[in-house]
């Protein structure tokens, strides 16, 4: 029943002279900020705090660290070259194969008791 003398209820009432009032610029933004704070909240804000959780990790990778990359390779940290942002990784232990791997692209850290399972 509401909803009968809502447009009633929404509409601005007329100005002294017979002339409809001025809307509020700030109202008919409002739904914009709204949109734009649900937006922060749900999306951007969880966003920034995951690329500062993924960067705190490169940046404490450490030697005998094991490691997986985003291809998949998973290896044991065996040099660090800061200089030029890159990780050397052991990924065969019979042959002592190593591989240079920008530090970008490392996924993940893995524990040791990851590792012998």
Do not use: C
Not at 14 to 24: D, I, L, Q, T
Not at 61 to 78: L, M, P, Q, S, Y
Not at 82 to 91: D, F, G, M, Q, T
Not at 95 to 102: A, D, F, P
């Amino acid at each position: 029943m509401l909803y009968n003398y809502l447009p009633m209820l929404m509409a601005a009432p007329p100005a002294a002279n017979g002339e409809a009032a001025p809307v509020n610029p700030l109202m008919q933004f409002l739904p914009i900020i709204l949109m734009f704070v649900i937006l922060w909240f749900l999306i951007i804000r969880p966003q920034r705090n995951q690329q500062k959780k993924q960067l705190e990790m490169l940046n404490n990778i450490k030697i005998h660290d094991t490691v997986v990359t985003t291809g998949g390779i998973i290896g044991k940290v065996v040099n660090i070259k800061k200089e030029k942002n890159i990780l050397v990784v052991r990924i065969d232990e019979t042959n002592n194969t190593k591989i240079e791997i920008q530090r970008h692209a490392i996924a993940g850290v893995i524990s040791n008791e990851e590792v012998k399972s």
